[in-house]
């Protein structure tokens, strides 16, 4: 079957650094998108992997590694309006999203 | 880019009437749009797909009769949630996907901001 995991919740404090990471099986595999969702809102895209490596992007950083069926999302400096929901989805043969549960981060001051 | 408007953004009605949401990519050709359900806390759930002009496909347990999708053209998608039930109160979101110059890739999804419906 297919599958994403993500921890269900994290906490961090305010200007330090947190790493959420996922796990995905899918049948076949056309990218890792990761989404963040703060509450009441939908989500918004942050950023997208087809290939190994790690993608940077201002203070968020998004990799991938496909032989092992893993992404991590890599927030820097954070700040209080980083507090939401992150959004783990793999794109699967089909090009449907198969999404993960969220990962609801805590920012501490 | 990648604007995705959607409305109402709340609607609540009374038992057993129909509603109508949203979804217009307003900047972009969408070429398939998309329907979720989210429940407090939980992750979202796919309802169906639609391509523009075609029957829209729907997810395992999500009843066609009941939750009625049109999409008429490349930039709306219509759900219609016929006789509304209390159970049927959450938070819908539209995404679409197309083409966006200067954005993520062509399969990025943009979403609406989402409808929440109360049933009572």
């Known amino acids: 079957g297919q599958n994403i995991d993500q921890p269900t919740e994290m906490t961090a404090t305010e200007g330090a650094i947190v790493q959420i990471n996922c796990t995905y099986q899918?049948?076949?595999?056309?990218?890792l998108f990761w989404y963040q969702q703060h509450a009441g809102e939908a989500p918004t895209f942050l950023s997208y992997?087809?290939l190994d490596g790690l993608e940077e992007k201002g203070r968020f950083s998004s990799f991938l590694s496909r032989s092992k069926g893993y992404s991590y999302l890599l927030l820097k400096e954070l700040q209080m309006k980083d507090s939401a929901s992150y959004l783990c989805a793999a794109m699967d043969s089909n090009y449907q999203l198969i999404w993960g549960a969220g990962t609801k981060l805590i920012i501490k001051p | 880019g990648a604007v995705v408007s959607q409305h109402p953004s709340r609607v609540i009605c009374k038992s057993g009437t129909s509603v109508k949401i949203e979804c217009r990519s307003l900047?972009?050709?969408?070429?398939?749009m998309f329907w979720y359900r989210q429940f407090p806390k939980q992750s979202l759930m796919l309802m169906a797909t639609?391509?523009?002009?075609?029957?829209?496909?729907?997810e395992q347990g999500v009843e066609k009769d009941k939750f009625l999708i049109n999409h008429a053209s490349l930039t709306l998608s219509t759900l219609t949630v016929t006789s509304a039930h209390p159970e049927d109160s959450s938070f819908y979101i539209c995404?679409?996907?197309?083409?966006?110059?200067?954005?993520?890739?062509?399969?990025?999804?943009?979403f609406g901001p989402g409808t929440r419906l109360t049933v009572l």
């Open positions: 639609s391509n523009e002009g075609s029957k829209a496909t729907y």
């Open positions: 995404s679409a996907r197309g083409v966006v110059t200067g954005t993520g890739p062509t399969d990025t999804q943009y």
């Open positions: 992997n087809v």
């Open positions: 899918t049948s076949g595999f056309n990218g």
């Open positions: 900047d972009f050709q969408a070429t398939t």
